[in-house]
């Protein structure tokens, strides 16, 4: 009986190991610059790996969006006040220590009423 129970958890030890790994996160799809009218909806987005599930923090201009943490930043209508430049932090825990990683920035422009894109002036 004990050569069995040895028998089946080297058997099913690599499974159990396999779906218990942790990796660190990886940005494996940036968000890109977009230039819309005002009034249209725009959506930035990114695709994250990693193993727990990163955790994903948006920001504008260099400041946390509060309560952006999917990884798709959509708004419903654009105006000259969302011109800014975009980025994501994407974070999780592995090995014990916290990896955090920054997409590239995303500029989002508004073409106004008059015609002339408001860009970002860095």
Known sequence: MERSLVFLAALFFPFAVAFGQSAPPAITAQPVSTTANAGQSVTLSLTATGSPTPTIQWFKDGK?????????????SVYGSDVGSYTATVSNVYNGSTYT???TPAVLSVVTMRGTPELLHL
């Open 101 to 103: 990683l920054t997409t």
């Open 64 to 76: 946390a969006i509060s309560g952006a943490t999917n990884s798709s930043l959509t708004f419903a």
